[in-house]
């Protein structure tokens, strides 16, 4: 009888041993889904912002919030597939201001639901042209989006002659487009649960990390790596486009300044900090969205709390730094088979 008492006693010490606590059981969720700690993050944000200030959660900042956050996310979700490719395109944030141009110019012999795809092919002929600089003629796609960016940037003001142009109003089509409270972040939403099942359910996103991951060995398994690159480039720009059609619908008026590196910045930023590397082979669509969603309620609620743009920057500065260390070292876990 003792020898069985001492035998389940022992028995539940090796059980309590070998079973993990909560902690380690929550420190297995971080690295296994990065999205969960980004996720806290923003969780955590928002109680501390509504704390000091009951402005915050109002219906009024949150529709703020959200227009703020749709336009990144949206570019960041074509960023996020580059990345992964290793890749990356600067010329995204103009391609957002030429879109609208693009669309104002068709518009004034074309109908407007043809005026706006005019405006988004012309946005994926801009990112054929980066990818085949890139994939074809190898130029680093650092320098040869970055001949882009200054390029779109001469020409989105020639076409306008560098003054605002009004958009076009009033019909169902621009209001589904921006121009309706909630649109820009109903589409915003509705693009990464397609970009999430397209990168991580289907053979185009198996291929993307597999270029990413390993480019030879992919192109070996027969895997077209240049098809899979100059198609993300393509589709990056593009969204970069959708994303400029939606905020110019909004606002109204089309920029020929409008994007440019902030937006793109704050986009590579965000999927950064959602779990992306810039090294390519890993990345999450779903991460790059919660990580915009940190920067917008980190830049609304230090604008509420009267903190100056400057502070801002040095703090976007140091969550950076510290996701990119994040990502090494939650990769080296992996490498060694405890991630």
Request: hydrophobic share 50%; with cysteine; net charge positive.
């Amino acid at each position: 009888m003792a020898k069985q008492a001492v035998g389940g006693g022992v028995g539940a010490s090796e059980s309590a041993r070998s079973s993990p606590g909560l902690g380690s059981r929550v420190s297995e969720l971080m690295l296994r889904q990065r999205e969960a700690s980004i996720f806290l993050v923003a969780i955590a944000l928002a109680v501390y912002f509504q704390s000091s200030n009951s402005a915050f959660l109002s219906s009024g900042n949150i529709r703020s919030l959200s227009e703020f956050t749709y336009a990144t996310a949206i570019i960041s979700t074509g960023l996020v597939m580059l990345l992964i490719c290793g890749e990356i395109d600067l010329s995204v944030g103009q391609a957002y201001g030429f879109a609208p141009i693009a669309m104002y110019l068709a518009d004034q012999t074309l109908v407007l639901p043809v005026a706006i795809v005019v405006g988004l092919l012309a946005t994926a002929v801009i990112g054929l042209i980066n990818g085949v600089a890139t994939v074809y003629l190898r130029v680093p796609s650092f320098i040869a989006t970055l001949g882009m960016f200054f390029f779109l940037g001469g020409v989105n003001v020639i076409l306008t002659d560098g003054f605002p142009k009004t958009a076009p109003s009033g019909s169902f089509l621009t209001e589904i487009l921006g121009g309706a409270d909630w649109s820009g972040i109903a589409w915003c939403l509705v693009i990464v649960l397609f970009m999430h099942i397209l990168l991580n359910r289907t053979r185009w996103g198996l291929h993307t990390f597999a270029t990413g991951g390993n480019p030879v060995g992919a192109s070996e398994a027969g895997v077209k790596t240049a098809r899979i690159k100059v198609g993300n480039f393509m589709l990056c720009s593009a969204l970069g486009g959708f994303a400029g059609l939606l905020d110019a619908l909004r606002i109204g008026s089309i920029d020929p300044l409008a994007g440019g590196p902030n937006i793109m910045f704050f986009a590579v930023s965000a999927a950064v900090i959602g779990g992306t590397a810039l090294a390519g082979g890993t990345g999450t669509v779903i991460g790059a969205f919660l990580g915009t969603v940190v920067l917008s309620i980190m830049q609304n609620g230090f604008s509420l709390q009267g903190v100056s743009a400057y502070t801002f920057n040095v703090i976007l500065g140091i969550a950076i730094l510290t996701a990119m260390t994040l990502n090494v070292y939650v990769g080296s876990l992996r490498r060694s088979g405890r991630g």
